[in-house]
Nanobody, 118 residues
Framework: VQLQASGGGLVQAGGSLRLSCAAS????????MIWFRQALRKEREWVGE????????YYADSVKGRFTISRDDAKNTVYLQMNSLKPEDTAVYYC????????????WGQGTQVTVSS
């Protein structure tokens, strides 16, 4: 399975971006999908997750109310809608997936850079 994250770029504070994570080689519908981010010289941070089937979502406190994760299993794609962006959201954003009942991330995308200017 290959996960391809895209949609990153440069945006001013207060702006919005929508990231996509498209999969090839296998359907994502059986996986919980997770977004992480990693800022320069910082540890990787869990951003949020969307479960399979019910599509329940969970978010880090730092993004709650601003970011929304959704999925379109027909397109084999997961999205991260980011609104009210702040400079501290600047990071490389990664998507990954986990089979329910396991504790390992099965596959990772290559990441997409998001830069928020003040």
């Amino acid at each position: 399975v290959q996960l391809q994250a895209s949609g990153g770029g440069l945006v001013q504070a207060g702006g919005s971006l929508r990231l996509s994570c498209a999969a090839s080689g296998r359907t994502l519908s059986t996986y919980n999908m997770i977004w992480f981010r990693q800022a320069l010289r910082k540890e990787r941070e869990w951003v949020g997750e969307i479960t399979r089937r019910s599509g329940s979502t969970y978010y880090a406190d730092s993004v709650k109310g601003r970011f929304t994760i959704s999925r379109d299993d027909a397109k084999n794609t997961v999205y991260l809608q980011m609104n009210s962006l702040k400079p501290e959201d600047t990071a490389v954003y990664y998507c990954t997936c986990m089979m329910p009942g396991t504790t390992e991330y099965a596959y990772w995308g290559q990441g997409t850079q998001v830069t928020v200017s003040s």
